[in-house]
């Protein structure tokens, strides 16, 4: 069942909190355990660059280019983070007008990744990431 997204602008209360930002990778399972407590005390997880950052999007197009992505694409990336039920937003990168259309596609057709799917993203990002 696709998951229902809701584009009306809300205010939110301001928290305080002495943990305003969490920095952590994608897609790195280590990582999900952080954003589910964040999660449940009620703090709004934001993940911003979420394709992994401006290196990080060149070697995965570049590997595209070559036909070596395998499960690692933009599309995937975005589809692995809006699976994580404890994400509230994402923010990508919004520099190249291709690439926004590329993510409202992904966005659009989304389905939540399986466990499985997800796994084998984080082994193909551990590969490249290292």
Same mark, same amino acid.
């Given at each position: 069942?696709?998951? #229902?997204?809701?584009?009306t602008? +809300?205010?939110?209360?301001r928290?305080?909190?002495?943990?305003?930002? %969490?920095?952590?990778?994608?897609?790195?399972? #280590?990582?999900?355990?952080?954003?589910?407590?964040?999660?449940?005390?009620?703090?709004?997880? %934001?993940?911003?660059?979420p394709?992994?950052?401006? =290196?990080?999007? *060149?070697?995965?197009? =570049?590997?595209?280019?070559?036909g070596?992505a =395998?499960?690692?694409?933009p599309?995937?990336?975005?589809?692995?983070?809006? *699976?994580?039920?404890?994400? *509230?937003v994402?923010?990508? =990168?919004? +520099?190249?007008?291709?690439?926004?259309r590329?993510?409202?596609?992904?966005?659009e057709?989304?389905?939540p990744? *399986?466990?499985a @799917?997800m796994? @084998?993203?984080?082994?193909?990002?551990?590969?490249?990431?290292?």
């Open positions: 069942m696709p998951r #229902e997204f809701d584009l602008p +809300r205010r939110v209360p928290i305080e909190t002495p943990l305003r930002r %969490i920095v952590t990778d994608f897609p790195v399972p #280590e990582s999900l355990p952080v954003l589910e407590h964040a999660a449940d005390r009620g703090l709004a997880v %934001i993940v911003m660059r394709l992994g950052g401006s =290196g990080r999007t *060149s070697a995965i197009r =570049g590997r595209m280019a070559r070596q =395998g499960p690692l694409t599309a995937n990336l975005l589809r692995y983070v809006l *699976s994580c039920p404890a994400v *509230s994402v923010i990508p =990168g919004a +520099r190249y007008p291709d690439r926004i590329v993510n409202v596609a992904a966005v057709s989304f389905v990744m *399986s466990p @799917e796994r @084998e993203l984080e082994l193909a990002a551990a590969a490249l990431y290292d």
